[in-house]
């Protein structure tokens, strides 16, 4: 493939990308329908690419941005739901495709069935997440969502690793699978866990957040390829590293923090833009494959359409089946009953199945050779998870938000995220006021009580008042305000010092607040955040300006 078609591709994706961000529109769909007009434009070569290029070079940063920017916390809370979603509802989906595929293609070995399950069954949360933060859905059922969509791109991919063994090999057993899935899992875990443990040491030693944002984007790679080659499953490795890695992350510098959220959000429109118009260019070639197999282009369109149907069926019936399981207590999980979901929030959450870039990545991730012999039908295989992926975005992604206004479903996090920072305000003050005083104690037997006084107040009243505290502080000759015109602006490096401090305690007390489980993570991460700005203003204003 040559790199100037590479490069157009994903130019012309990111600027189809751009308008669909401007004008509102689903960018996936208009993707991959600009993909394919431009597949019939004559001279537009064939854009056959390694499907392994796919799944360790596109896949693993996705899934670690995806990890990375989930709340540890919220998943815990949501912990029920999130493993009856992304866990048993990936294993119930992937075996009845396989199942409904079996049924239609006889002679399809039912690895390869479930192969194709494997693919189809892990819905994405990224369209369906765009409609609920701009229709205003609850943070529960967003945590939902985003939760079961991280938590089901291991299962089904580990699935996938699996049932690509089986097909391989010729001679699957049950046993035997399950063997090779709980290794997966094991490996996969612990690997990720101890990378993302090195990369967090690192990041905490190195005071350089270009240093660190380059070792963070070589992580899920490491991990992925670490992991599968131990045996392991890489994707979860990827997940793990990224769930520690994002809740430990405001304990790095907060260069660190500022610098690379835009670079993963980059990478993310980079690498989603790509998938989805390579799709569509690849489309006119597939469905030709699919005329030349074993199948034919109607056995396919049959099999498509049949599998559609049961992956948006099987999902609603799954979802109220198991509601009940949201008023256990999970080991792990911190949650009460008011976590649950409700009726019409389920029924939300029901509807958004919308399959996306993990699908289609691995979909076209399947191999052309297996066990040394062609993939049982595996353009068809592709061809179906193509037209599932598609079909769920038409069907389900267009006609979520009307069902999510005809429910009615309202949030109400707004008036809690309130009450938390108006809580969470006086703890960061009452750790700003214990560094004025401790600062106090230092000075008093060096300057005496009135001036150390003077310090306290003068640091209690705010940022206008710091730089006569400052003064008071540093120079003994000051006894009143009036003295202070005479001060010199080269005190304010120990103010700056002063002002890191104070800084330095509010984020730890912020940290300490949502280790308590006392605030959400969306609103530490935005007093987080200003905290960031507030030191790197200290350190991008002069000297003598402070």
Same mark, same amino acid.
């Given at each position: 493939?040559?790199?100037?078609?590479?490069?157009?591709?994903? @130019?012309?994706?990111?600027?189809?990308?751009?308008?669909? &961000?401007?004008?509102?529109?689903?960018?996936?769909?208009?993707?991959? @329908?600009?993909?394919?007009?431009?597949?019939?434009?004559?001279?537009?070569?064939?854009?056959? %690419?390694?499907?392994?290029?796919?799944?360790?070079?596109?896949?693993?940063?996705?899934?670690?941005?995806?990890?990375?920017?989930?709340?540890?916390?919220?998943?815990?809370?949501?912990?029920?739901?999130?493993?009856? *979603?992304?866990?048993?509802?990936?294993?119930?989906?992937?075996?009845?495709?396989?199942?409904?595929?079996?049924?239609?293609?006889?002679?399809?070995?039912?690895?390869?069935?479930?192969?194709?399950?494997?693919? /189809?069954?892990?819905?994405?949360?990224?369209?369906?997440?765009?409609?609920?933060?701009?229709?205003?859905?609850?943070?529960?059922?967003?945590?939902?969502?985003?939760?079961?969509?991280?938590?089901?791109?291991?299962?089904?991919?580990?699935?996938?690793?699996?049932?690509?063994?089986?097909?391989?090999?010729?001679?699957?057993?049950?046993?035997?699978?399950?063997?090779?899935?709980?290794?997966?899992?094991?490996?996969?875990?612990? *690997?990720?866990?101890?990378?993302? +443990?090195?990369?967090?040491?690192?990041?905490?030693?190195?005071?350089?957040?270009?240093?660190?944002?380059?070792?963070?984007?070589?992580?899920?790679?490491?991990?992925? +390829?670490?992991?599968?080659?131990? =045996?392991?499953?890489?994707?979860?490795?990827?997940?793990?590293? =990224?769930?520690?890695?994002?809740?430990?992350?405001?304990?790095?510098?907060?260069?660190?923090?500022?610098?690379? !959220?835009?670079?993963?959000?980059?990478?993310?429109?980079?690498?989603?833009?790509?998938?989805?118009?390579?799709?569509?260019?690849?489309?006119?070639?597939?469905?030709?494959?699919?005329?030349?197999?074993?199948?034919?282009?109607?056995?396919?369109?049959?099999?498509?359409?049949?599998?559609?149907?049961?992956?948006?069926?099987?999902?609603?019936?799954?979802?109220?089946?198991?509601?009940?399981?949201?008023?256990?207590?999970?080991?792990?999980?911190?949650?009460?009953?008011?976590?649950?979901?409700?009726?019409?929030?389920?029924? /939300?959450?029901?509807?958004?199945?919308?399959?996306?870039?993990?699908?289609? @990545?691995?979909?076209?991730?399947?191999?052309?050779?297996?066990? =040394?012999?062609?993939?049982?039908?595996?353009?068809?295989?592709? *061809?179906?998870?193509?037209?599932?992926? %598609?079909?769920?975005?038409?069907?389900?992604?267009?006609?979520?938000?009307?069902?999510?206004?005809?429910?009615?479903?309202?949030?109400?996090?707004?008036?809690?995220? &309130?009450?938390?920072?108006?809580?969470?305000?006086?703890?960061?003050?009452?750790?700003?006021?214990? /560094?004025?005083?401790?600062?106090?104690?230092?000075?008093?037997?060096? %300057?005496?009580?009135?001036?150390?006084?003077?310090?306290?107040?003068?640091?209690?009243?705010?940022?206008? &008042?710091?730089?006569?505290?400052?003064? %008071?502080?540093?120079?003994?000759?000051?006894?009143?305000?009036?003295?202070?015109?005479?001060?010199?602006?080269?005190?304010?490096?120990?103010?700056? !010092?002063?002002?890191?401090?104070?800084?330095?305690?509010?984020?730890?007390?912020?940290?300490?607040?949502? !280790?308590?489980?006392?605030?959400?993570?969306?609103?530490?991460?935005?007093?987080?955040?200003?905290?960031? *700005?507030?030191?790197?203003?200290?350190?991008?204003?002069?000297?003598? &300006?402070?």
């Amino acid at each position: 493939m040559d790199r100037a078609q590479i490069f157009a591709l994903i @130019a012309g994706a990111v600027v189809v990308t751009a308008v669909c &961000r401007r004008r509102g529109w689903s960018a996936p769909l208009v993707l991959v @329908a600009a993909g394919l007009v431009v597949s019939y434009i004559p001279g537009v070569p064939e854009y056959d %690419i390694d499907p392994q290029l796919i799944l360790e070079f596109v896949l693993p940063p996705l899934l670690f941005s995806a990890a990375r920017s989930s709340s540890y916390q919220d998943m815990r809370r949501s912990l029920n739901s999130i493993v009856r *979603l992304g866990v048993g509802l990936v294993l119930v989906s992937a075996v009845a495709v396989a199942l409904v595929a079996w049924a239609l293609i006889p002679d399809l070995p039912f690895a390869a069935a479930l192969v194709l399950g494997a693919v /189809v069954a892990p819905p994405d949360a990224v369209a369906a997440a765009a409609v609920g933060r701009k229709l205003g859905l609850p943070r529960r059922v967003m945590t939902v969502i985003s939760g079961e969509s991280l938590i089901n791109d291991a299962t089904s991919l580990t699935l996938y690793k699996v049932a690509l063994a089986g097909a391989a090999s010729g001679a699957w057993a049950f046993s035997e699978g399950l063997t090779t899935f709980a290794l997966a899992v094991l490996v996969g875990v612990a *690997l990720g866990l101890v990378i993302g +443990w090195v990369v967090h040491q690192l990041r905490l030693r190195f005071d350089d957040s270009v240093v660190s944002s380059t070792i963070a984007l070589l992580t899920p790679f490491a991990c992925y +390829w670490g992991a599968e080659h131990l =045996g392991g499953s890489g994707v979860l490795a990827v997940v793990a590293a =990224g769930l520690y890695l994002g809740h430990t992350a405001p304990s790095a510098g907060y260069a660190t923090r500022l610098v690379q !959220d835009p670079i993963w959000e980059t990478l993310d429109l980079l690498l989603e833009s790509f998938t989805f118009a390579l799709i569509g260019v690849q489309l006119p070639w597939l469905i030709a494959d699919v005329n030349a197999s074993n199948q034919g282009l109607g056995t396919a369109l049959l099999l498509a359409a049949a599998v559609l149907g049961t992956a948006m069926v099987v999902r609603p019936l799954y979802v109220f089946a198991t509601a009940w399981v949201d008023h256990l207590r999970l080991p792990g999980s911190h949650r009460d009953h008011s976590d649950a979901l409700s009726v019409k929030e389920s029924a /939300v959450v029901s509807w958004a199945g919308m399959r996306g870039v993990v699908t289609l @990545a691995a979909a076209a991730g399947i191999p052309a050779l297996a066990g =040394g012999v062609a993939f049982p039908d595996r353009a068809t295989l592709q *061809l179906v998870a193509y037209s599932v992926a %598609i079909g769920t975005l038409l069907l389900q992604g267009l006609t979520l938000p009307w069902l999510i206004h005809r429910l009615g479903v309202r949030s109400d996090d707004g008036i809690r995220d &309130r009450a938390q920072e108006a809580r969470l305000r006086i703890s960061t003050a009452k750790a700003a006021q214990q /560094v004025i005083e401790e600062r106090r104690e230092q000075w008093t037997p060096q %300057i005496g009580a009135k001036k150390a006084a003077l310090l306290t107040q003068g640091l209690a009243e705010g940022i206008a &008042r710091k730089e006569k505290a400052t003064a %008071i502080m540093l120079d003994p000759s000051i006894a009143s305000e009036e003295d202070l015109a005479r001060v010199s602006s080269s005190r304010s490096r120990a103010m700056q !010092d002063l002002r890191r401090d104070i800084v330095a305690a509010q984020r730890a007390a912020l940290v300490a607040e949502r !280790d308590a489980g006392n605030i959400d993570e969306v609103v530490m991460r935005q007093v987080l955040r200003e905290l960031d *700005l507030e030191d790197e203003s200290l350190d991008a204003a002069p000297i003598n &300006r402070i």
